[in-house]
């Protein structure tokens, strides 16, 4: 009987994903999901307190790699790819989650605002996709979950470069899909609404929250865990037809 060229485990087991932003928040709560699915996690950001998210992940069959790097500087990204492989023999996983976001009016933001905007938010996943990517290639088999917005598919007051950044990553994935399918590499986004991270919950707080929950029609904000889950439908070999493809998760927001 032929294998058929998926699986409905949901396991992560002899995996080695990459995630950067993975210090707090979505990238935590990734890092966390990914973990407990027994996948070795190499945790990336600029933030030390990445070293004490990695303590914390809890496993006696995997293995944890913090890195403290900057995703805006290239020597930086070569060390990532150094030093991860310099651990693990492959990266199977990598997860663009890193992000920024400046809001102000389109006539009033600032031009380092928005340079700083696209460096993060595109740059650095395109990069980093295109040097791991390469790996990936060699092994002839990879996925790849970039974290878009709901602002990548719809307008948001305020966040021209936030919404230009997110809109440019949802058409990189697109194109990253097409050109490494024949790798049997996955390249897909998750695109979510407001998540209660620690930011978002100070962000969204009192009545600019209650006014934009009023907009959604499951009235409520995400959670970093609901985006993990997503996240590891998407690095799991249950998703092995699904690619190029944008996952909202934004309670109905752009339904309308």
């Not at 889950?229 to 799991?236: D, P, S, T």
């Amino acid at each position: 009987m032929e294998e058929k060229p998926y699986s409905l485990t949901f396991t992560l087991q002899g995996k080695t994903a990459l995630i950067t932003g993975a210090a707090r928040g979505i990238g935590k709560a990734i890092a966390e999901v990914f973990s407990h699915q027994e996948a070795n996690i190499i945790l990336v950001d600029i933030d030390r307190e990445v070293l004490t998210t990695a303590g914390a992940l809890s496993s006696s069959t995997t293995r944890n790699l913090p890195i403290i790097a900057d995703v805006t500087k290239n020597a930086d990204l070569e060390k990532i790819r150094d030093e991860s492989l310099k651990v693990f023999p492959h990266i199977d996983i990598l997860v663009n989650n890193a992000g920024v976001a400046f809001l102000d009016d389109a006539e009033n933001l600032p031009e380092e605002y928005w340079d700083k905007t696209m460096a993060v938010n595109l740059k650095a996943p395109f990069m980093l996709s295109q040097l791991i990517g390469r790996e990936m290639i060699k092994q002839k088999k990879g996925k790849i979950i970039n974290i878009a917005s709901q602002a990548g598919v719809v307008a948001l007051d305020k966040h021209v470069a936030y919404c230009t950044s997110k809109a440019g990553i949802i058409g990189m994935t697109k194109v990253l899909a097409l050109e490494w399918a024949g790798y049997n590499i996955n390249v897909n986004a998750i695109a979510p609404t407001v998540i209660l991270t620690e930011l978002g919950q100070k962000a969204w707080a009192g009545e600019v929250g209650e006014a934009m929950k009023k907009k959604i029609p499951l009235r409520r904000f995400g959670y970093p865990e609901e985006v993990a889950a997503a996240a590891l439908y998407l690095a799991c070999d249950a998703s092995n037809l699904v690619t190029g493809e944008t996952l909202v998760i934004d309670g109905g927001y752009t339904i309308q």
